[in-house]
Protein backbone atom coordinates (compact mmCIF):
# COMPACT_ATOMS: atom_id res chain seq x y z
CA UNK A 1 0.00 0.00 0.00
CA UNK A 2 1.05 3.63 -0.97
CA UNK A 3 -0.07 5.50 2.10
CA UNK A 4 -0.37 9.07 2.44
CA UNK A 5 1.98 11.57 1.10
CA UNK A 6 4.41 12.86 4.82
CA UNK A 7 5.26 16.60 5.16
CA UNK A 8 8.87 15.46 4.82
CA UNK A 9 8.19 13.65 0.99
CA UNK A 10 6.12 16.84 0.39
CA UNK A 11 9.01 19.45 1.15
CA UNK A 12 11.29 16.59 -0.39
CA UNK A 13 9.95 17.43 -3.87
CA UNK A 14 9.58 20.57 -3.47
CA UNK A 15 13.36 20.77 -2.92
CA UNK A 16 14.14 19.08 -6.02
CA UNK A 17 12.95 22.34 -8.51
CA UNK A 18 16.48 23.55 -7.20
CA UNK A 19 19.76 22.42 -7.76
CA UNK A 20 21.07 22.89 -4.10
CA UNK A 21 18.23 20.13 -3.10
CA UNK A 22 19.06 17.86 -5.51
CA UNK A 23 22.65 17.56 -4.91
CA UNK A 24 22.01 17.52 -1.18
CA UNK A 25 19.51 14.11 -1.71
CA UNK A 26 21.32 13.28 -4.91
CA UNK A 27 17.59 12.49 -6.17
CA UNK A 28 15.85 14.24 -9.06
CA UNK A 29 12.21 14.46 -9.99
CA UNK A 30 10.43 13.14 -13.21
CA UNK A 31 6.94 14.67 -14.29
CA UNK A 32 4.09 13.53 -16.54
CA UNK A 33 3.07 10.66 -17.76
CA UNK A 34 5.22 10.03 -20.58
CA UNK A 35 8.81 11.34 -18.49
CA UNK A 36 7.80 8.74 -15.69
CA UNK A 37 6.52 5.87 -18.11
CA UNK A 38 10.09 5.88 -19.62
CA UNK A 39 11.46 5.64 -16.05
CA UNK A 40 9.01 2.99 -14.95
CA UNK A 41 9.47 0.96 -18.12
CA UNK A 42 13.40 1.43 -18.38
CA UNK A 43 15.02 1.28 -14.65
CA UNK A 44 12.05 1.09 -12.00
CA UNK A 45 14.51 0.40 -9.65
CA UNK A 46 15.77 3.85 -9.35
CA UNK A 47 12.38 5.02 -8.42
CA UNK A 48 11.62 6.24 -4.36
CA UNK A 49 8.37 6.89 -4.41
CA UNK A 50 5.58 8.01 -7.33
CA UNK A 51 2.55 10.44 -6.37
CA UNK A 52 -0.19 10.66 -8.45
CA UNK A 53 -3.57 12.56 -8.71
CA UNK A 54 -6.53 10.60 -7.96
CA UNK A 55 -8.29 9.41 -10.78
CA UNK A 56 -5.22 8.24 -11.77
CA UNK A 57 -4.47 6.02 -8.81
CA UNK A 58 -5.77 2.81 -11.50
CA UNK A 59 -3.17 3.41 -14.07
CA UNK A 60 -0.23 3.62 -11.03
CA UNK A 61 -1.07 2.22 -8.52
CA UNK A 62 2.30 1.84 -6.52
CA UNK A 63 2.08 5.50 -6.46
CA UNK A 64 0.52 7.60 -3.19
CA UNK A 65 -2.40 9.16 -4.41
CA UNK A 66 -3.55 12.67 -3.54
CA UNK A 67 -6.04 15.32 -4.03
CA UNK A 68 -6.10 17.31 -7.19
CA UNK A 69 -5.55 20.77 -5.54
CA UNK A 70 -2.43 18.86 -3.94
CA UNK A 71 -1.23 18.00 -6.50
CA UNK A 72 -1.62 20.79 -8.32
CA UNK A 73 0.96 22.73 -6.15
CA UNK A 74 3.27 20.11 -6.04
CA UNK A 75 4.37 20.57 -9.41
CA UNK A 76 5.48 23.50 -11.27
CA UNK A 77 4.72 22.29 -14.28
CA UNK A 78 1.33 22.63 -16.53
CA UNK A 79 2.63 19.58 -18.33
CA UNK A 80 3.13 17.39 -14.85
CA UNK A 81 -0.65 15.54 -15.69
CA UNK A 82 -1.21 14.13 -12.54
CA UNK A 83 2.11 11.76 -11.93
CA UNK A 84 5.81 12.81 -10.68
CA UNK A 85 8.39 10.42 -9.72
CA UNK A 86 11.24 11.04 -7.03
CA UNK A 87 14.09 8.90 -8.50
CA UNK A 88 17.88 8.35 -7.56
CA UNK A 89 20.57 9.34 -10.48
CA UNK A 90 21.83 6.50 -12.69
CA UNK A 91 25.17 5.80 -11.55
CA UNK A 92 27.50 6.60 -14.48
CA UNK A 93 29.92 4.00 -16.30
CA UNK A 94 33.48 3.90 -14.20
CA UNK A 95 35.74 6.64 -15.09
CA UNK A 96 38.21 4.97 -17.05
CA UNK A 97 35.31 2.80 -18.99
CA UNK A 98 36.21 2.66 -22.87
CA UNK A 99 33.47 5.03 -25.03
CA UNK A 100 31.07 3.56 -26.51
CA UNK A 101 29.95 5.71 -29.14
CA UNK A 102 32.35 5.78 -32.76
CA UNK A 103 32.45 9.52 -31.69
CA UNK A 104 32.49 11.96 -28.76
CA UNK A 105 29.44 14.06 -28.64
CA UNK A 106 30.41 16.94 -26.49
CA UNK A 107 28.38 19.72 -24.77
CA UNK A 108 30.65 22.94 -23.73
CA UNK A 109 28.75 24.90 -21.52
CA UNK A 110 24.97 24.61 -22.60
CA UNK A 111 23.46 26.66 -19.90
CA UNK A 112 19.80 26.25 -21.34
CA UNK A 113 17.91 23.02 -19.68
CA UNK A 114 15.52 22.90 -22.79
CA UNK A 115 18.58 22.59 -24.99
CA UNK A 116 20.21 20.06 -23.05
CA UNK A 117 17.44 17.96 -22.59
CA UNK A 118 16.49 17.91 -26.22
CA UNK A 119 20.10 17.02 -27.34
CA UNK A 120 20.02 14.18 -24.98
CA UNK A 121 16.24 13.08 -26.38
CA UNK A 122 17.37 13.72 -29.89
CA UNK A 123 21.05 11.51 -29.47
CA UNK A 124 18.81 8.84 -28.21
CA UNK A 125 16.79 8.63 -30.37
CA UNK A 126 19.62 8.43 -32.80
CA UNK A 127 21.26 5.46 -30.79
CA UNK A 128 24.19 7.19 -29.60
CA UNK A 129 24.89 5.60 -25.47
CA UNK A 130 26.95 8.72 -24.35
CA UNK A 131 26.77 12.78 -23.52
CA UNK A 132 29.81 14.47 -22.67
CA UNK A 133 29.67 18.04 -21.12
CA UNK A 134 31.78 20.83 -19.60
CA UNK A 135 30.94 21.98 -16.44
CA UNK A 136 28.52 25.33 -16.78
CA UNK A 137 26.22 23.51 -18.70
CA UNK A 138 22.85 22.47 -17.53
CA UNK A 139 22.27 20.14 -14.47
CA UNK A 140 21.14 16.92 -16.29
CA UNK A 141 19.04 15.89 -13.91
CA UNK A 142 17.16 19.21 -13.47
CA UNK A 143 13.22 18.83 -13.65
CA UNK A 144 13.58 20.91 -16.63
CA UNK A 145 16.12 18.91 -18.43
CA UNK A 146 14.32 15.63 -17.94
CA UNK A 147 11.32 16.83 -19.18
CA UNK A 148 13.29 18.11 -22.34
CA UNK A 149 14.56 15.02 -23.06
CA UNK A 150 11.73 12.66 -21.94
CA UNK A 151 14.11 10.98 -19.50
CA UNK A 152 16.78 9.84 -21.92
CA UNK A 153 19.42 10.54 -19.22
CA UNK A 154 17.92 7.54 -17.01
CA UNK A 155 19.35 5.04 -20.01
CA UNK A 156 22.57 7.51 -21.60
CA UNK A 157 25.79 7.20 -20.05
CA UNK A 158 27.02 10.90 -18.99
CA UNK A 159 30.24 11.95 -18.52
CA UNK A 160 31.43 15.58 -17.18
CA UNK A 161 34.29 17.55 -17.57
CA UNK A 162 35.65 20.69 -15.69
CA UNK A 163 36.48 21.91 -19.00
CA UNK A 164 37.37 21.24 -22.90
CA UNK A 165 41.20 20.48 -22.10
CA UNK A 166 40.63 18.06 -19.50
CA UNK A 167 38.10 15.93 -21.58
CA UNK A 168 40.32 16.34 -24.63
CA UNK A 169 43.05 15.05 -22.45
CA UNK A 170 40.86 11.97 -21.81
CA UNK A 171 39.63 11.43 -25.00
CA UNK A 172 43.11 11.32 -26.53
CA UNK A 173 44.11 8.52 -24.23
CA UNK A 174 40.73 6.91 -25.72
CA UNK A 175 42.48 7.26 -29.16
CA UNK A 176 40.26 9.93 -30.30
CA UNK A 177 42.23 12.08 -32.85
CA UNK A 178 39.99 14.46 -34.23
CA UNK A 179 38.39 17.55 -32.68
CA UNK A 180 35.79 19.30 -33.96
CA UNK A 181 34.13 22.91 -32.67
CA UNK A 182 31.18 23.64 -34.47
CA UNK A 183 31.09 27.13 -35.68
CA UNK A 184 28.26 29.28 -36.99
CA UNK A 185 30.08 30.91 -39.63
CA UNK A 186 33.78 29.19 -39.96
CA UNK A 187 34.92 25.82 -41.62
CA UNK A 188 33.97 23.16 -43.60
CA UNK A 189 30.90 22.16 -43.95
CA UNK A 190 28.76 19.49 -41.84
CA UNK A 191 27.96 17.83 -44.87
CA UNK A 192 31.03 17.24 -46.48
CA UNK A 193 33.70 17.02 -43.67
CA UNK A 194 35.63 13.71 -43.89
CA UNK A 195 36.35 11.63 -40.49
CA UNK A 196 33.40 13.58 -38.29
CA UNK A 197 32.25 10.95 -36.93
CA UNK A 198 34.87 8.45 -36.72
CA UNK A 199 37.22 8.22 -33.39
CA UNK A 200 36.27 11.80 -33.16
CA UNK A 201 34.52 14.61 -30.78
CA UNK A 202 31.98 16.50 -32.09
CA UNK A 203 31.79 19.99 -29.74
CA UNK A 204 28.69 22.11 -29.89
CA UNK A 205 28.84 25.08 -27.79
CA UNK A 206 26.37 27.85 -25.97
CA UNK A 207 24.23 30.22 -28.15
CA UNK A 208 26.00 33.00 -25.85
CA UNK A 209 29.64 32.08 -25.64
CA UNK A 210 29.86 29.54 -28.56
CA UNK A 211 32.60 26.55 -28.02
CA UNK A 212 35.48 27.48 -25.66
CA UNK A 213 38.95 28.01 -26.98
CA UNK A 214 40.80 24.30 -27.75
CA UNK A 215 44.07 23.67 -29.00
CA UNK A 216 43.80 22.31 -32.45
CA UNK A 217 39.96 21.75 -32.57
CA UNK A 218 39.24 22.16 -36.21
CA UNK A 219 35.93 24.12 -37.45
CA UNK A 220 33.32 22.88 -38.95
CA UNK A 221 30.06 24.50 -40.10
CA UNK A 222 26.19 23.92 -40.87
CA UNK A 223 25.51 25.71 -44.58
CA UNK A 224 22.76 28.40 -43.99
CA UNK A 225 21.72 29.60 -47.34
CA UNK A 226 19.27 31.85 -45.53
CA UNK A 227 22.42 33.90 -43.99
CA UNK A 228 20.11 34.50 -40.85
CA UNK A 229 21.62 34.67 -37.35
CA UNK A 230 23.00 31.37 -35.97
CA UNK A 231 20.83 28.23 -35.05
CA UNK A 232 19.70 27.67 -32.33
CA UNK A 233 22.27 24.92 -30.01
CA UNK A 234 19.46 22.27 -29.79
CA UNK A 235 18.90 22.99 -33.60
CA UNK A 236 22.26 22.75 -34.74
CA UNK A 237 23.19 19.35 -32.28
CA UNK A 238 20.42 17.84 -33.95
CA UNK A 239 21.40 18.65 -37.42
CA UNK A 240 24.87 17.29 -36.57
CA UNK A 241 23.18 14.34 -34.40
CA UNK A 242 21.09 13.29 -37.61
CA UNK A 243 24.17 13.56 -40.49
CA UNK A 244 25.73 10.83 -38.20
CA UNK A 245 22.27 8.41 -39.00
CA UNK A 246 22.34 9.63 -42.63
CA UNK A 247 25.93 8.81 -43.25
CA UNK A 248 25.60 5.50 -40.93
CA UNK A 249 22.36 4.40 -43.28
CA UNK A 250 23.93 5.99 -46.68
CA UNK A 251 25.75 3.03 -48.44
CA UNK B 1 12.67 63.50 -28.53
CA UNK B 2 10.91 60.28 -27.76
CA UNK B 3 8.94 61.13 -24.74
CA UNK B 4 7.71 59.24 -21.69
CA UNK B 5 5.66 56.41 -21.68
CA UNK B 6 2.14 56.99 -21.47
CA UNK B 7 -0.12 54.80 -18.98
CA UNK B 8 -2.20 53.54 -22.54
CA UNK B 9 1.17 52.95 -24.20
CA UNK B 10 2.31 50.88 -20.76
CA UNK B 11 -1.18 49.05 -20.69
CA UNK B 12 -1.03 48.18 -24.83
CA UNK B 13 2.46 46.15 -23.75
CA UNK B 14 0.52 44.85 -21.51
CA UNK B 15 -2.24 43.23 -23.84
CA UNK B 16 0.07 42.45 -26.34
CA UNK B 17 0.92 39.42 -24.14
CA UNK B 18 -2.44 38.18 -24.86
CA UNK B 19 -3.76 36.79 -28.29
CA UNK B 20 -6.82 38.91 -27.94
CA UNK B 21 -4.60 42.23 -27.02
CA UNK B 22 -3.14 41.49 -30.72
CA UNK B 23 -5.92 40.60 -32.14
CA UNK B 24 -7.48 43.74 -31.29
CA UNK B 25 -4.72 46.16 -31.90
CA UNK B 26 -2.97 44.40 -34.88
CA UNK B 27 0.38 44.81 -33.32
CA UNK B 28 2.75 42.84 -31.51
CA UNK B 29 5.89 42.78 -29.18
CA UNK B 30 9.37 41.71 -29.31
CA UNK B 31 11.86 41.75 -27.02
CA UNK B 32 15.64 41.32 -26.74
CA UNK B 33 18.59 42.95 -28.62
CA UNK B 34 19.05 40.40 -31.12
CA UNK B 35 14.98 40.23 -31.49
CA UNK B 36 14.66 44.07 -31.80
CA UNK B 37 17.54 44.17 -33.90
CA UNK B 38 16.75 42.12 -36.51
CA UNK B 39 13.12 44.34 -36.76
CA UNK B 40 15.41 47.64 -36.97
CA UNK B 41 17.87 46.44 -39.41
CA UNK B 42 14.87 44.67 -41.89
CA UNK B 43 11.50 46.85 -41.41
CA UNK B 44 11.79 49.73 -39.23
CA UNK B 45 8.74 51.10 -40.81
CA UNK B 46 6.87 48.73 -38.92
CA UNK B 47 7.54 50.01 -35.78
CA UNK B 48 5.27 51.65 -33.50
CA UNK B 49 7.65 53.03 -30.22
CA UNK B 50 10.85 51.24 -28.83
CA UNK B 51 11.06 51.10 -25.04
CA UNK B 52 14.30 50.79 -23.32
CA UNK B 53 15.69 50.53 -20.02
CA UNK B 54 17.98 54.19 -18.83
CA UNK B 55 21.27 52.85 -19.45
CA UNK B 56 20.29 52.18 -23.03
CA UNK B 57 19.68 55.20 -24.29
CA UNK B 58 22.34 55.82 -25.69
CA UNK B 59 22.29 52.49 -28.06
CA UNK B 60 18.72 53.41 -28.86
CA UNK B 61 18.48 57.19 -29.31
CA UNK B 62 14.98 56.85 -30.70
CA UNK B 63 13.33 54.71 -28.07
CA UNK B 64 11.38 56.05 -24.83
CA UNK B 65 13.83 55.92 -21.73
CA UNK B 66 11.93 54.15 -18.23
CA UNK B 67 13.77 53.54 -15.29
CA UNK B 68 14.95 49.66 -14.43
CA UNK B 69 12.55 49.27 -11.85
CA UNK B 70 9.03 50.29 -14.17
CA UNK B 71 11.20 48.20 -17.24
CA UNK B 72 11.46 44.75 -15.22
CA UNK B 73 7.31 45.14 -14.69
CA UNK B 74 6.76 45.87 -18.52
CA UNK B 75 8.79 42.62 -20.24
CA UNK B 76 7.36 38.94 -18.65
CA UNK B 77 10.41 37.32 -19.59
CA UNK B 78 14.21 37.66 -18.04
CA UNK B 79 15.66 37.58 -21.66
CA UNK B 80 13.90 41.28 -22.71
CA UNK B 81 17.48 42.49 -21.98
CA UNK B 82 16.12 45.80 -21.41
CA UNK B 83 14.56 46.61 -24.93
CA UNK B 84 11.56 45.79 -26.79
CA UNK B 85 9.39 47.11 -29.37
CA UNK B 86 5.92 47.70 -30.67
CA UNK B 87 5.46 46.74 -34.08
CA UNK B 88 2.60 45.76 -36.13
CA UNK B 89 2.92 42.92 -38.26
CA UNK B 90 4.15 43.01 -41.80
CA UNK B 91 1.45 42.37 -45.00
CA UNK B 92 1.30 38.91 -46.26
CA UNK B 93 1.83 38.54 -49.94
CA UNK B 94 -1.51 38.68 -51.80
CA UNK B 95 -3.17 35.48 -50.84
CA UNK B 96 -3.07 34.19 -55.01
CA UNK B 97 0.65 35.20 -55.18
CA UNK B 98 3.02 32.15 -56.62
CA UNK B 99 4.84 29.84 -54.05
CA UNK B 100 8.48 31.46 -53.44
CA UNK B 101 10.22 27.97 -52.47
CA UNK B 102 10.60 24.77 -54.35
CA UNK B 103 8.32 23.37 -51.47
CA UNK B 104 6.11 24.42 -48.96
CA UNK B 105 6.89 23.75 -45.71
CA UNK B 106 3.94 23.00 -43.69
CA UNK B 107 3.06 22.73 -40.14
CA UNK B 108 0.24 21.11 -38.67
CA UNK B 109 -1.53 22.93 -35.77
CA UNK B 110 2.27 23.02 -34.01
CA UNK B 111 0.80 24.52 -31.27
CA UNK B 112 3.74 25.18 -28.78
CA UNK B 113 4.91 28.81 -29.97
CA UNK B 114 8.54 27.58 -28.86
CA UNK B 115 8.41 25.40 -31.55
CA UNK B 116 6.50 26.71 -33.97
CA UNK B 117 9.35 29.95 -33.26
CA UNK B 118 12.12 27.94 -33.59
CA UNK B 119 10.90 26.30 -37.04
CA UNK B 120 10.44 29.60 -38.41
CA UNK B 121 13.93 30.71 -37.17
CA UNK B 122 15.68 27.50 -38.76
CA UNK B 123 13.81 27.78 -41.95
CA UNK B 124 14.92 31.45 -42.93
CA UNK B 125 18.66 30.39 -41.84
CA UNK B 126 17.96 27.33 -44.45
CA UNK B 127 16.78 29.86 -46.77
CA UNK B 128 13.26 29.41 -47.02
CA UNK B 129 11.00 32.20 -47.63
CA UNK B 130 7.96 30.60 -46.70
CA UNK B 131 5.87 28.80 -44.02
CA UNK B 132 2.48 27.61 -44.20
CA UNK B 133 0.54 26.62 -41.17
CA UNK B 134 -3.04 25.46 -40.53
CA UNK B 135 -5.23 26.72 -37.75
CA UNK B 136 -4.51 25.56 -34.26
CA UNK B 137 -0.78 26.19 -34.42
CA UNK B 138 0.86 28.98 -32.55
CA UNK B 139 0.37 32.51 -32.74
CA UNK B 140 3.07 33.09 -35.70
CA UNK B 141 2.98 36.55 -33.82
CA UNK B 142 2.51 36.08 -30.51
CA UNK B 143 5.79 37.14 -27.62
CA UNK B 144 7.11 34.03 -26.86
CA UNK B 145 7.06 32.70 -31.16
CA UNK B 146 8.73 36.03 -31.69
CA UNK B 147 11.59 35.02 -29.57
CA UNK B 148 12.15 31.66 -30.09
CA UNK B 149 12.34 33.12 -34.33
CA UNK B 150 14.44 35.85 -33.52
CA UNK B 151 11.84 37.96 -35.33
CA UNK B 152 12.07 35.91 -38.65
CA UNK B 153 8.57 36.24 -38.88
CA UNK B 154 9.14 39.96 -40.07
CA UNK B 155 10.81 38.61 -42.88
CA UNK B 156 9.47 35.30 -43.74
CA UNK B 157 5.87 35.38 -45.93
CA UNK B 158 2.96 33.16 -44.31
CA UNK B 159 0.37 31.48 -45.58
CA UNK B 160 -2.33 30.60 -43.16
CA UNK B 161 -5.37 27.91 -44.00
CA UNK B 162 -8.49 26.30 -41.79
CA UNK B 163 -6.84 22.90 -42.52
CA UNK B 164 -5.21 20.55 -44.59
CA UNK B 165 -7.89 19.80 -46.62
CA UNK B 166 -7.65 23.71 -47.82
CA UNK B 167 -3.83 23.88 -47.92
CA UNK B 168 -3.70 21.00 -50.39
CA UNK B 169 -6.59 22.70 -52.57
CA UNK B 170 -4.39 25.70 -52.61
CA UNK B 171 -1.18 23.69 -53.37
CA UNK B 172 -2.61 21.68 -56.48
CA UNK B 173 -3.57 24.91 -58.34
CA UNK B 174 0.09 26.33 -57.75
CA UNK B 175 1.61 22.74 -59.17
CA UNK B 176 2.32 20.71 -56.20
CA UNK B 177 2.58 17.53 -56.99
CA UNK B 178 3.26 15.55 -54.02
CA UNK B 179 2.19 15.92 -50.49
CA UNK B 180 4.13 14.07 -47.64
CA UNK B 181 3.08 13.65 -44.20
CA UNK B 182 6.15 12.88 -41.70
CA UNK B 183 5.35 10.37 -39.76
CA UNK B 184 7.58 8.89 -36.48
CA UNK B 185 6.81 5.48 -37.39
CA UNK B 186 6.16 4.85 -40.86
CA UNK B 187 7.14 5.40 -44.12
CA UNK B 188 10.53 6.33 -46.59
CA UNK B 189 13.36 7.65 -45.37
CA UNK B 190 13.94 11.16 -45.36
CA UNK B 191 17.52 10.29 -46.62
CA UNK B 192 16.37 8.35 -49.44
CA UNK B 193 12.70 9.52 -50.47
CA UNK B 194 13.06 10.96 -54.16
CA UNK B 195 11.23 14.11 -54.84
CA UNK B 196 10.80 15.19 -51.09
CA UNK B 197 11.30 19.05 -52.13
CA UNK B 198 10.73 19.55 -55.73
CA UNK B 199 6.79 20.54 -56.98
CA UNK B 200 6.05 19.19 -52.87
CA UNK B 201 4.72 19.88 -49.77
CA UNK B 202 6.29 18.64 -46.49
CA UNK B 203 3.91 18.59 -43.36
CA UNK B 204 5.06 18.61 -39.57
CA UNK B 205 2.66 17.83 -37.42
CA UNK B 206 2.26 18.45 -33.36
CA UNK B 207 3.87 16.37 -31.26
CA UNK B 208 0.65 15.54 -29.31
CA UNK B 209 -1.59 14.76 -32.45
CA UNK B 210 0.94 13.96 -35.53
CA UNK B 211 -0.38 15.19 -39.06
CA UNK B 212 -3.84 14.95 -39.70
CA UNK B 213 -5.62 12.83 -41.86
CA UNK B 214 -4.88 14.41 -45.70
CA UNK B 215 -5.96 11.91 -48.53
CA UNK B 216 -3.12 10.97 -50.74
CA UNK B 217 -0.21 12.04 -48.69
CA UNK B 218 2.35 9.49 -48.56
CA UNK B 219 4.30 8.80 -44.90
CA UNK B 220 8.15 10.00 -45.07
CA UNK B 221 10.33 9.08 -41.37
CA UNK B 222 13.29 10.09 -39.83
CA UNK B 223 15.06 7.17 -39.24
CA UNK B 224 15.90 6.18 -35.28
CA UNK B 225 18.30 3.31 -34.73
CA UNK B 226 18.09 4.08 -30.91
CA UNK B 227 14.03 3.41 -31.19
CA UNK B 228 13.58 6.27 -28.34
CA UNK B 229 10.07 8.45 -28.10
CA UNK B 230 9.22 10.39 -30.96
CA UNK B 231 11.35 13.46 -31.82
CA UNK B 232 9.99 17.12 -30.22
CA UNK B 233 8.34 18.88 -33.56
CA UNK B 234 10.76 21.15 -34.25
CA UNK B 235 13.79 18.59 -34.39
CA UNK B 236 12.29 16.57 -36.57
CA UNK B 237 11.00 19.84 -38.49
CA UNK B 238 14.83 20.88 -38.35
CA UNK B 239 16.37 17.53 -39.77
CA UNK B 240 14.23 17.43 -42.84
CA UNK B 241 14.72 21.38 -43.57
CA UNK B 242 18.31 20.95 -43.68
CA UNK B 243 18.15 17.63 -45.76
CA UNK B 244 16.94 20.50 -48.18
CA UNK B 245 19.73 22.39 -47.66
CA UNK B 246 22.11 19.12 -47.77
CA UNK B 247 20.62 17.74 -51.41
CA UNK B 248 20.66 22.11 -52.51
CA UNK B 249 24.79 21.70 -52.29
CA UNK B 250 25.61 18.45 -52.60
CA UNK B 251 26.11 17.72 -56.28
Redesign the interface.
Known amino acids: MPGELSKAREALIKSLYTRHGRKKSGLCLCEGR?CCG?VLAACPDLIEFAVCREELAGEYPDAITVPDFKFSVLGVTETSQGILLVARKPEPLPEDSPMLDPFALVLDRVGDP?NFG?IL????????RELWYTDGSADPFGDKTIR?A?S?QFTMNLRRFADLAALKNFLLKNGVERFFRTDPHEGE?C??ARGLYERSAVIIGSEAHGVSELGGAVPVT???????????A??AA??FI??Y??R???P
Chains 1, 2 share one sequence.
Open positions: REGTRTAKAAGLAMASFAIPMPGNFESLNAQTIFEVRTLT
